[in-house]
């Protein structure tokens, strides 16, 4: 079985507020997404929410009928907000101020019990929870301890990697980091970097749930529209 597509459309939502129009809407981007075979819809509200506004995920838990997942800081106003929206599964990140995008995954290991009371209230609450994580044993073991039931992993080193040999080695730690979470009891997802010349090789591994995949598909569908740049990415997938 394929590994299902989750689309982040965060990056609608930019072109949307550089301008302060209403337009273009990533409501309509999600519709699209789903029409066109995606498995899920991610959206990342930030605190300084400079793209995905509230009014956006309230809209898409009530209009959606694919998964939705919040990427979100782990803060109590994010998780009052994922509280009030409840969608499907919630992916806890690192959040800077300055940053263009997540830059790497969420330090977790002594932080166990900082963070446990908010992801407990996740957990109450019925919402899935994912951590994403960098390739590292002793993270992801720290994510399975404060009761994770996914984790995210980072791909962004194998997808900046500059030379053939750079990507195996990258491509190597994530596998071995996803057969040591699959050991734990997690399911996996990857994402971060992730194009259409370098998903299928991820997506083949056996132990992937989800391929999380945005800047790639909505920079594709500015030149050949969502819906086929959906269903192209879907076909990768099923390759794998």
């Not at 694919?66 to 509280?83: K, S």
Request: charged letters at 25%; a negative charge; aromatic letters at 4%.
């Amino acid at each position: 079985m394929s590994a299902k597509l989750s689309v982040n459309i965060d990056h609608i939502a930019t072109l949307r507020e550089s301008r302060h129009t209403k337009y273009p809407d990533p409501i309509d981007a999600a519709v699209l997404c789903q029409l066109s075979g995606a498995d899920g819809i991610t959206v990342h509200p930030r605190e300084d929410r400079r793209h995905i506004q509230d009014r956006d995920v309230f809209i898409l838990k009530q209009m959606l009928q694919i998964p939705l997942t919040l990427e979100m800081a782990l803060t109590e106003n994010m998780v009052d907000l994922a509280l009030q929206v409840k969608p499907k599964a919630c992916t806890l990140v690192p959040e800077g101020r300055e940053e263009q995008t997540t830059e790497s995954g969420l330090a977790v290991k002594g932080r166990e019990n900082v963070m446990q009371p908010l992801v407990r209230k996740l957990l109450d609450a019925g919402i899935v929870v994912s951590i994403f994580i960098d390739a590292v044993e002793d993270q992801i073991a720290a994510a399975r301890s404060l009761g994770a039931q996914f984790i995210e992993i980072h791909t962004g080193p194998y997808a900046i990697a500059e030379t053939p040999g750079g990507e195996d080695r990258e491509f190597k730690i994530v596998a071995q980091a996803a057969e040591f979470a699959r050991g734990l009891g997690l399911c996996v997802n990857v994402g971060h970097g992730l194009h259409y010349h370098n998903t299928e090789r991820m997506a083949a591994l056996p132990t992937i749930d989800w391929v999380h995949s945005g800047h790639s598909i909505v920079a594709h569908a500015v030149m050949v529209g969502m819906e086929r740049a959906v269903r192209e990415m879907k076909d990768i997938l099923r390759r794998a």
